[in-house]
């Protein structure tokens, strides 16, 4: 069962009071998607995940906290900035694109804003915008390999980030790209079975040039 509730939180940033969703208990049953993403009713609290300040749109996990190490005066500049102010618009999806910036330009954590960012593709696939989803996971694979390229992973297990960026591509039709991420992951040592069997999968899928969105029990069967 899913308990939400409104919880008035004071922005760290302008000392404004927002009414904010605040998750209290939730729960899964089925399989999650191919790039992670969770069953019911999980999948359906994204909009408690990040929220944002109705004000100056100062967007957080915990809009009563600023970046670790970031003055509130920094943090403020930056949302009147022009690589900030264009994305402040409505929906979940902006929070999610919106918060990707901030971890990307404020507290330089690409990996995470890699993660907000395939979040933003999500919320632009429960409105059926196929167009932004694509941008969005685009945006997803340049920050998952920035991080790479730092040598930070994203995923904890052995071929994990192949599979994430492979998913990405092929959600967005880049076929060629993520058959390449894809024997990537495959030719890694010590790869996971479990992401073995699934990036097996994502290669049938690449074959058949198929965007669509799969589930982890499709690939892994018993």
């Known amino acids: 069962m899913t308990i939400i509730w409104d919880e008035d939180i004071t922005c760290a940033v302008c000392g404004a009071i ?57 943090v403020a500049d930056f949302l009147r900035s022009d690589a900030f102010a264009p994305l402040s618009q409505e929906g979940q999806a902006s929070v999610f694109a919106r918060y990707a910036v901030i971890l990307d330009k404020l507290e330089h954590d690409n990996a995470q804003a890699g993660w907000n960012s395939m979040r933003s593709a999500w919320c632009h696939d429960d409105r059926g915008d196929d167009n932004l989803a694509c941008i969005s996971r685009m945006q997803a694979v340049q920050f998952f390999k920035a991080a790479q390229a730092e040598g930070k992973t994203s995923m904890d297990d052995v071929g994990g980030d192949a599979l994430l960026c492979t998913d990405l591509l092929r959600r967005a039709g880049q076929f060629e790209q993520a058959l390449v991420e894809c024997d990537k992951g495959l030719a890694l040592d010590g790869v996971v079975p479990i992401i073995k069997s699934i990036l097996e999968y994502e290669k049938g899928l690449i074959g058949a040039r198929d965007t669509k969105c799969h589930k982890v029990e499709e690939a892994v069967k018993e």
């Open 18 to 74: 927002s009414k904010v969703p605040t998750l209290a208990s939730t729960n899964s049953f089925g399989s999650s998607d191919l790039d992670t993403r969770p069953p019911p009713m999980q999948r359906d609290t994204m909009h408690t995940w990040v929220t944002s300040c109705q004000v100056c749109g100062y967007v957080s996990p915990d809009l009563a906290t600023l970046p670790e190490g970031i003055a509130k005066e920094t």
